[in-house]
């Protein structure tokens, strides 16, 4: 396997806590990989450290050629993320927020965009600003941004969270493109990897411990 992200003993512990990540150390291939665990194993912020949205007491992290420490906007440009909880865009209409992302991210497909907006049933709310939004429409423009973008490394968190029926069967058919996509890595984080992803692989967190893999 040629991995296209690599983490190389990270050690992390939020201030006052016990480490929830100490000598961590994983290679992500392409496909797709579910990264699961119990509520507070520290799922979030082992994507957020992924993501290099958060720095790690110790460790190092390269993708698809790109050390972060050496060109974090480089690195950067290799994986998507997106802190769910983000309010970063309010202000912007979807469709803004969405037209927008072909700046950072030159390999989106506008194609893939339109079948997402489609699939996700996002057409009616395009013009509202991203504060009107329900929670499950916000994730809902957060994820076809995910799968549209085409960056080489993808990381999503709770992706079936706050989704209605047919947009859940929607993202499941997606995933299960992902889990056979050759060039391509993505993280999926939830409690448990859904069965009907074959194909995917599966790395559970152990718990509150610090024991991380
Ligand atoms: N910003 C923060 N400051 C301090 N502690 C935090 C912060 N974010 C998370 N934590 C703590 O770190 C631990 C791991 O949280 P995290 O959200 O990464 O876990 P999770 O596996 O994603 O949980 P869940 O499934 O509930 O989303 C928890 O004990 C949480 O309280």
């Not at 983490?7 to 992390?12: P, Q, W």
């Not at 972060?68 to 970063?88: G, K, N």
Request: proline share 8%.
């Amino acid at each position: 396997m040629t991995p296209l992200l690599r983490a190389e003993g990270l050690r992390f512990a939020w201030p006052g806590s016990a480490p929830l990540f100490n000598d961590t150390s994983l290679a992500l291939g392409p496909g797709l990989t579910w990264l699961t665990g119990e509520d507070g194993s520290g799922k979030s912020t082992l994507l957020s450290l992924l993501a290099g949205a958060l720095a790690p007491q110790a460790g190092r992290l390269w993708a698809n050629g790109h050390w972060l420490h050496d060109d974090p906007a480089a690195y950067r440009r290799q994986v998507f993320w997106i802190d769910p909880q983000t309010e970063a865009h309010d202000a912007l209409p979807a469709a803004g927020y969405l037209e927008g992302l072909a700046t950072h991210w030159p390999r989106l497909s506008e194609a893939a965009l339109s079948d997402l907006v489609d699939g996700f049933g996002l057409a009616e709310h395009l013009h509202k600003p991203l504060y009107m939004l329900s929670t499950g429409s916000r994730r809902k423009v957060w994820l076809t941004a995910a799968l549209a973008a085409g960056a080489p490394v993808t990381l999503i968190d709770q992706p079936f969270a706050a989704l209605d029926a047919p947009s859940a069967r929607f993202l499941a058919d997606c995933l299960a493109d992902m889990a056979e996509h050759p060039s391509r890595a993505w993280v999926a984080a939830d409690h448990e990897a859904p069965p009907d992803t074959p194909g995917s692989r599966v790395r559970a967190l152990g718990g509150r411990t610090g024991q991380g893999f």
